[in-house]
Nanobody, 114 residues
Framework: QVQVVESGGGLVQPGGSLTLSCAAS????????MGWYRQAPGKPRELVAS???????NYADSVKGRFTISRVNAKNTVYLQMNSLKPEDTAVYYC????????WGQGTPVTVSY
């Protein structure tokens, strides 16, 4: 069983920045595809960004140029750097670790507001 724990969420003003972190347990972190998803109230969960074990990245069109996903395998951690935040980025952000099975964290809330 892989445990996934997100951190770093909070309240930020529009135009601001925030970095989310996600730590996953286990000795096989480097083979996982890591993903960040988000779910706003009343909306389905959507992919924000993902990074494969080879470092290939994929971003939702709505965050391209503003968000950056990165990983440090030695720390079993993936990050989501979020810049130029907008109110529509408000959501609960979830991290997933996927290799055959997919494991999810509990989510960390991000609120973009004055």
């Amino acid at each position: 069983q892989v445990q996934v724990v997100e951190s770093g969420g909070g309240l930020v003003q529009p135009g601001g920045s925030l970095t989310l972190s996600c730590a996953a347990s286990g000795r096989s972190f480097s083979i996982y595809t890591m993903g960040w998803y988000r779910q706003a109230p009343g909306k389905p969960r959507e992919l924000v960004a993902s990074m494969s074990s080879l470092g290939n990245t994929n971003y939702a069109d709505s965050v391209k140029g503003r968000f950056t996903i990165s990983r440090v395998n030695a720390k079993n951690t993936v990050y989501l750097q979020m810049n130029s935040l907008k109110p529509e980025d408000t959501a609960v952000y979830y991290c997933s670790a996927r290799y055959i099975y997919e494991y999810w964290g509990q989510g960390t809330p991000v609120t973009v507001s004055y």
